[in-house]
């Protein structure tokens, strides 16, 4: 690159640490370990934001909120486990 260039490269670095059994002498294992993980988060927070429009949801007093969020996670392991289909008929 040239001088002009690089007075428009940003780089950003990110330290994340991470407690495990997992041998740290193998990053590709941990890699996949720890993708894995939020791959498993970022999914179940996509259904739940999807299925009841969790990032609008006002629920701020007590404990109501993880109350809510863990029969909302309850409902979603029952539909998975019925899987109603469209009209209503339970394919269980």
């Known amino acids: 690159m040239d001088g002009e260039a690089d007075a428009f490269l940003i780089v950003n670095e990110l330290w994340k640490y991470f407690i495990s059994s997992l041998n740290a002498d193998n990053p590709k294992q941990l890699e996949h ?7 498993v988060e970022n999914n179940l927070h996509w259904v739940l934001d999807m299925t ?3 990032v609008n949801n ?3 007093q007590g404990y109501s909120a993880p109350k809510q969020a863990g029969v909302m996670i309850i409902y979603l392991k029952l539909l998975a486990l019925f899987k109603p289909d469209f009209t209503g008929r339970v394919r269980g």
């Open 33 to 39: 370990a720890i993708r894995a993980h939020w791959a």
């Open 52 to 54: 009841f429009d969790e």
């Open 58 to 60: 006002q629920t701020r």
